[in-house]
């Protein structure tokens, strides 16, 4: 009996999980990554695992000595967009042989800020989809944000990658097509979102058929407790406060108005083939059990661990093994508890949007998306308050013009669409 095959043999894998969620085809051997969004707060964590990953510890490596290759990865690439300044430093200290600077003018800096790489240096957006689909990469971890991850994220699938899937967006605006190319290519699609994971943990070795009900915990973010009107003049410094996770900021606000769990609801239906009705949101302010399952005995399995992305990241990379850990442990007998209460819909209406979405499917998912995208930002740059956000989505949703099965081509359109139509709304309340 081979490795592989002991592998998955011994654990049982849920049969009748999703073709996606299956242990991947070639589980032995030095698995090389392409890591996009490397910049960013996944990205960072993703560094983290893979540090934890080399032979020699990296605090006994001495100034500007090469980590190289892990035991169990490689970094093969890595993409940043804004931030050539992280980028160079990952560069530095993990010796990739693909770098992609997404952002066409900030990577004309690169050979200033990096001018020992000898590498290959690709720019822009069609840099990412090259890395992406390298004949030479095994995984990918799409931890890019936002609409800005979805053609690279399609690109990996379609060439029947592993994809750690962070970028929840790629679910949301084209869960149909992701899953049915998942589907018939072979990609896996394997959840780094830490709701997710947790779901997809305690799947494994159970049956989706005897699910009653999947519950994904939300923290309730910085205005967990406020009023609306208390939330009315909340700054964005305020929102970006997220009290136990540290997130870019795009999530971080999706969390203090509840939008990012209205996104999870959308992801967990694709990524998991629910009913929407089988999903339930509970607000616990913790952020130590990362989401449950309710089978139909009655029995309740869940996911727990300190807020660390090392985990779920980790768990993805090495599935269906496990390994020894960078992320925080649990503290049994620190004097803590665990609360559960509802979610209060009149203070965080995007919850509805997000139940909404996942039951008509379509395009309501990309037109969603790119509202929130469009009134997020417009938040953040003082344009608007935190709680027209919300409504502004409402109103482009509700006026477009809704497709059952929208191709590639509609969702790019509908997507343009969508942002043109936020901007207007923002324009002119
Ligand atoms: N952070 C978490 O704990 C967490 C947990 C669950 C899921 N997620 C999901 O993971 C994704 C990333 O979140 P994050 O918190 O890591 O965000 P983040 O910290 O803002 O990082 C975003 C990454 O995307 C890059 N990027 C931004 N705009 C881009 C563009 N137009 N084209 C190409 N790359 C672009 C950024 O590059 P520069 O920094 O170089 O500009 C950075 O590497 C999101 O979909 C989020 O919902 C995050």
New binding site residues.
Partial sequence: MTRDSRIADTLGVAADLPAWLQPPAVLSGRKRLALL???????QSTLRVLRHDQVRPFETLGVGEACGAGRRFELYGI?????LG??AAAVQEFRPQVVVG??REVARGWNACCPGFVGEFYEG?EG?VRLASDPAVDVVVA????R??LESTLAAIECGKVVGL????TLVMAGHLATDLAERTGARLLP???EHNAIFQCLLGAGRKQVRRVVLTASGGPFRTWTVAEQASATPQQALAHPT?K?????SIDSATMMNKALELIEAKWLFDLEVEQLQVVVHPESIVHSLVEFVDGSVLAQLSPPD?ALPIQQVLDFPERVESPAKKMDFLANWSLNFHSPDLDRFPALLLGLEVARRGGSCGVVLNAANEVAVQAFLDGGIGFTQIVPICRRVLDSHPFEAYPDLRSLLDLDRWARQETTQCISKP
């Fill in positions: 969004g490397g910049t960013g707060s996944i990205g993409s940043g967009h804004g931030n992280a980028l997404s952002d957006p990412l931890g890019i944000v936002g800005a991850g962070a970028n929840k967006e780094v979102d830490s996770w997130m870019g900021a795009k999530i992305m």
